[in-house]
């Protein structure tokens, strides 16, 4: 039986119209820079490397999920509007059968299914029509194609580009077999080659490439995916994946170790590029401009035992340590008392000497303190090196701490009393807005085998217990907590906070409760540190906001002036 002219008529019509929608979508897709296009199955399949493929029967599949054809993706968009006029008696010819009930209806569709996609092996034209009249399902045969590299119908012809990527990749890595659980998915094209170039870093001189895949999977890659998760990073760059923030990473630790000099951890890279990339509120700005370091910049108390708290590859506290030399001879006694440190803690120390001028850095007093610092590390068998900078002290310093776990810094310039004179100090302005502890030697080093602990309940004080308790449990440093009273209330609520504390991580103390009447607390903490004969005093960082503090003078302070022991003072 024949068509009715009027419904060949009215499916002519609407071919007309779905055409004119067709050329509209393409002249949009040049503004929007999204692509109509209809994926090529034979494409696909080349850049996904097909394993093989097997029979599923007769399915509804939804027709949201069919991106693309064999053969005749260029005859449709993505949406399978028709886009040559050559198709409008086939079109509507089709279009008529749909809906004369003495034709039958619409016989299934052949496809290919590649993941959650399917694309048209026969059927395109039905395929047009039954979304031109609103369907959402249509009957298919089903083959299903396996390939190495997962596929939505969500990809468009630029993710395909990635997809071959990866697919290419794993080719050649083996991931997908070696570690099946493994998402390394990108959203740049271009990273792969630098994942096959860090894994061929880890490549041993016999070894295939998959083997070094695995080991560089395990060693590297995942334990900075965990430390990507733990920190939440990704919450900042929706859109993202894990690999792309890990190749940041890695480029980021490239960019800090030509800079710097220095070899750059993971996890400092990621601290670091994650705090550059931080924005900064109007207030900030504004306070920033207006008024000077020491008054508004200071480290926000427990973000480093955080960081310390998420790695998963050290059970040390101090892996990399900060060394600043000045040159004069007394502040070799930082560098002294971080060799103490280093050797048992199996450190590195990444030495900092600071400059005013690019000049001074080729000279010859420079290149001494180079040679110094070296020959100091080498006989104390200690990993060290030496970078030399240009700039203003206080601020490198800051700048340099976030890349390690600790700064070790000659005392021999402590904050003065003066209003003006505090404000000036270098030392205090490290104190308040280094990231990291900061460990202040005077003219003399100690074996830091006695620590006194300073608790007043803040929580910087919290801060300066996780450090002592770390200490106390893995050196086996003798270990008292003191803490100052006012005259109308007892310690026990801080004290039970500290016991039960210690008790979790099994570390015995003595305890003392001095009462603040006696002396100021500054005399307290240096008396007390007398007594008990401590070699080490640790504390937390100031407390009082900056312009407060620069007004009414800081305990941190006063302890600095006149201590003979090394102290510590935790943010």
Request: aromatic share 6%; charged share 25%.
């Amino acid at each position: 039986m024949g068509f009715i002219p009027t419904q060949l008529g009215s499916a002519r019509d609407d071919f007309r119209r779905a055409r004119g929608q067709a050329a509209l979508q393409e002249i949009m897709s040049r503004f929007t820079g999204q692509s109509t296009q209809l994926l090529s199955y034979e494409e696909v399949a080349k850049q996904l490397k097909t394993t093989g493929q097997a029979e599923r029967g007769l399915k509804e599949i939804p027709l949201d999920a069919i991106v693309g054809s064999v053969g005749r993706y260029s005859d449709f968009t993505r949406t399978f509007l028709p886009k040559q006029d050559s198709d409008e008696h086939r079109w509507a010819g089709v279009r008529v059968a749909v809906t004369d009930l003495t034709q039958g209806g619409l016989p299934p569709i052949s496809v290919y299914q590649i993941g959650g996609a399917y694309f048209v092996i026969d059927g395109n034209h039905r395929v047009s029509v039954a979304r031109r009249l609103g369907a959402t399902t249509i009957e298919a045969h089903i083959t299903e194609v396996k390939t190495k590299v997962p596929f939505s119908p969500e990809t468009s012809p630029d993710d395909l580009i990635l997809k071959g990527e990866y697919a290419d990749f794993l080719e050649r890595a083996r991931l997908d077999e070696s570690r099946p659980e493994a998402d390394l998915t990108l959203t740049a094209p271009g990273g792969y080659a630098e994942l096959e170039k860090q894994i061929e870093a880890c490549r041993q001189a016999e070894a295939a490439l998959p083997e070094a895949a695995a080991k560089w999977y395990d060693e590297v890659y995942w334990p900075t995916v965990l430390m990507i998760r733990e920190r939440g990073v990704l919450r900042d760059f929706p859109g993202r994946t894990e690999t792309d923030f890990f190749l940041w990473i890695m480029r980021h630790r490239a960019e800090l170790k030509q800079e710097s000099g220095w070899e750059i951890r993971p996890d400092a890279a990621a601290s670091d590029l994650a705090a550059r990339l931080k924005p900064q509120t109007a207030a900030e700005r504004v306070l920033d401009a207006m008024l000077p370091d020491a008054l508004t910049k200071e480290a926000t108390p427990g973000e480093w035992r955080k960081e310390k708290l998420a790695e998963r590859y050290t059970d040390r506290l101090f892996a990399e340590v900060l060394v600043p030399v000045s040159g004069e001879e007394v502040g070799w006694f930082a560098l002294e008392q971080a060799l103490i440190l280093a050797k048992r803690e199996g450190a590195r120390l990444n030495g900092l000497h600071i400059l005013r001028s690019a000049a001074e850095a080729e000279g010859e007093a420079a290149q001494a303190i180079q040679t110094r610092f070296s020959e100091r590390c080498a006989e104390a068998e200690v990993s060290g090196s030496l970078a030399i900078e240009v700039g203003e002290v206080a601020r490198k310093i800051c700048e340099r701490a976030p890349l390690t776990d600790l700064v070790i810094l000659n005392m021999a310039h402590p904050p003065e009393a003066k209003l003006l004179s505090r404000l000036g100090s270098g030392l205090r302005t490290i104190t308040r807005q280094c990231v990291r502890p900061v460990l202040a030697v005077p003219g003399t080093t100690t074996a830091l085998e006695r620590v006194l602990l300073a608790y007043d309940g803040s929580r910087k004080a919290n801060e300066a217990l996780f450090v002592a308790t770390y200490l106390a449990e893995r050196w086996g440093s003798q270990l008292t907590v003191l803490t100052v009273v006012e005259p109308d209330r007892t310690a026990l609520e801080e004290n039970d906070y500290v016991r039960a504390y210690l008790e979790l991580h099994e570390v015995q103390a003595t305890f003392l409760i001095r009462p603040k009447a006696e002396a100021p607390v500054s005399e307290i903490i240096l008396q007390t540190a007398e007594e008990q004969a401590s070699d080490l005093i640790v504390m937390g960082g100031y407390g009082a906001h900056p312009m407060v503090e620069a007004m009414l003078g800081s305990d941190v302070e006063r302890v600095l002036r006149a201590s003979n022991q090394p102290m510590l003072i935790c943010q």
